[in-house]
């Protein structure tokens, strides 16, 4: 059973490029979490979905950034036109229907905007 | 609310000695409370977790010690190894309605031999 998959590992964008960063919970898991990790610092929350669905995107900057977990396929946090403060690892997390467990993380991906 | 405070934020301690991570909390609706351990270049990992309604969970040199009214807890390492050294997170979350988990600020620990 293959834990929480982020692709790519490391991402290099130059500023006003788009990067597109994907993530496929463990089997089973219908609950996706995207974190931002900036050096030296703790995860920030930016967006929980579940299929087709934003439960709560309350961490996400308003403008250049977006998340969508489609029926088929990974998760996807979009960054548009990326600036130089994006730079950062950013994690997925994915947790089963039931409340009993915490989630899972992959093993993120790391962008720098060059 | 949403807060999770986390000290100290780095922490040095000798092989084989005890190693505390303190954690306060506002939000008295959080009722799931999770410590994650990260090496540097992987992702986080869930270590151990706690609910309110217990005080203390034990997991091998593992130990969270939870106060449900000072909204504290803490985690202990038991004879700290080199390979204990990493960056400790504690978190909180409302687990029954399938919230988002609210991280501290993170520890970084170095254990020396």
């Known amino acids: 059973n293959a834990g929480v998959m982020q692709n790519p590992r490391h991402l290099v964008r130059r500023r006003g490029q788009e990067a597109r960063l994907r993530c496929s919970p463990m089997?089973?898991?219908?609950?996706v979490y995207w974190y931002r990790q900036l050096p030296e610092e703790g995860l920030k929350f930016m967006v929980y979905?579940?299929?087709?669905?934003?439960?709560?995107e309350s961490g996400m900057p308003k403008e250049r950034f977006s998340a969508e977990f489609p029926k088929e396929g990974p998760s996807i946090l979009r960054i548009q036109q990326v600036v130089r403060g994006d730079s950062a690892a950013y994690f997925c997390?994915?947790?089963?229907?039931?409340?009993?467990?915490?989630?899972?993380f992959g093993s993120g991906t790391r962008l720098t905007v060059v | 609310q949403q807060q999770v405070k986390q000290s100290p934020q780095s922490l040095i301690v000798q092989k084989g000695g005890i190693s505390i991570i303190n954690c306060a909390y506002e939000?008295?609706?959080?009722?799931?409370f999770p410590w994650y351990q990260q090496f540097p270049g992987k992702g986080p990992a869930l270590l151990i977790a706690i609910r309110p309604d217990v005080s203390e969970k034990k997991e091998g040199r593992f130990t969270i010690s939870f106060n449900k009214s000072a909204k504290q807890f803490s985690l202990h390492i038991m004879d700290s190894q080199p390979g204990d050294s990493a960056t400790y997170f504690c978190a909180a979350r409302r687990e029954t309605s399938y919230d988002k988990v609210i991280f501290g600020p993170g520890t970084s620990l170095s254990v020396i031999p």
């Open positions: 089997k089973g898991h219908s609950h």
């Open positions: 939000n008295t609706a959080f009722d799931y």
């Open positions: 997390a994915s947790s089963p229907e039931t409340t009993n467990y915490g989630y899972t």
């Open positions: 979905l579940q299929k087709e669905n934003i439960i709560d």
